[in-house]
């Protein structure tokens, strides 16, 4: 399916959901997208050890 008619076919079901079924979709794709980058950074070890997350939440929560 062209990607033109992609969009126009989730406007079109979108408009037929009510907000909160809306919400809900658009959670769950923002969601699936942030899982999927947290798995590609834990590939390429994009991570932080227990002591060094400490480090840097106790410098947020100041």
Do not use: C, H
Not at 28 to 47: F, N, T, Y
Request: aromatic share 8%; hydrophobic share 35%; no cysteine.
């Amino acid at each position: 399916m062209p990607r033109q008619n992609i969009k126009e076919e989730v406007a079109k079901i979108t408009k037929q959901l009510s907000l909160e079924d809306a919400n809900d979709i658009f959670y769950r794709i923002i969601l699936e997208k942030k899982l999927e980058q947290a798995e590609e950074d834990i590939k390429q070890g994009r991570v932080y050890t227990t002591e060094q997350a400490k480090v840097k939440l106790k410098k947020w929560f100041k």
